[in-house]
């Protein structure tokens, strides 16, 4: 069950269909974007990356945009299968040089069978 | 190399205790990053080392906690006189110097 206090954002999809996820970020500067999946009881486990000076990036069943007008990045998941059940945080990197990330709140995406 | 490792994955204590944590970074990685997450929240950033130069400290870090990387491999975090609010994930990630981030599993903490 969910705590007091916790307002993680929840998406549930039928298996096989596509799903999408949307995060904001907060810095304008920020020149390198990440989506992350981190199962239960795991650390958060590299999706997919995309740089500033693209908009638009395919991996292997998935894909990121990037909006950097609204500062808005997605995540599209195509034919979502039971693995894909985890929760999706975007995160951001502040600082070139040291590669600090600044992660979003994110998703929890739940695959009914 | 089979990834990022840390030791233990989950430690209860008693409010006051020192509890103090273990992480080894994938062996060539120069960089090595410790990150807390809370329930529900993303990770966010503590500290990282390049070597064993510790070359950022977030404001989050409070002087209960201390980090170290004496030779440039391992790393530990040591929290000292812990609060429940120290109850926690702390993961620790590893990297190139400007290369991906990748984490370990993490270790939970408790404190009663």
């Known amino acids: 069950g969910e705590s007091v206090g916790l307002h993680l954002p929840t998406l549930s999809v039928q298996e096989g269909d596509n799903s999408i996820i949307n995060c904001a970020y907060s810095n304008s500067a920020s020149d390198y974007f990440i989506w992350y999946k981190q199962e239960s009881g795991k650390g958060p486990q590299f999706i997919i990356d995309i740089r500033s000076n693209m908009d638009k990036r395919q991996g292997q069943r998935v894909t990121v945009l990037l909006n950097k007008t609204v500062k808005h990045l997605s995540l599209q998941i195509a034919a979502t299968q039971p693995g894909d059940s985890a929760v999706y945080f975007c995160?951001?990197?502040?600082?070139?040089?040291?590669?600090?990330?600044?992660f979003g709140q994110g998703t929890r995406l739940t695959i009914n069978p | 190399d089979t990834g990022v490792s840390q030791n233990p994955r989950h430690k209860i204590t008693k409010r006051g205790q020192n509890v103090t944590f273990r992480c080894d970074p994938i062996?060539?990685?120069?960089?090595l990053y410790w990150y807390r997450q809370t329930l529900g929240q993303g990770p966010e950033f503590l500290t990282y080392f390049q070597n064993e130069a510790q070359l950022e400290k977030s404001r989050l870090l409070s002087d209960r906690f201390s980090a170290e990387r004496p030779k440039g491999s391992f790393s530990t975090l040591e929290i000292q006189r812990t609060e429940q609010g120290d109850s926690a994930m702390y993961l620790c990630a590893s990297s190139h110097s400007g290369g991906l981030l990748e984490f370990g599993p993490g270790t939970r903490l408790t404190v009663l």
């Open positions: 995160a951001e990197r502040v600082n070139q040089g040291a590669q600090k990330l600044v």
């Open positions: 062996s060539e990685h120069n960089r």
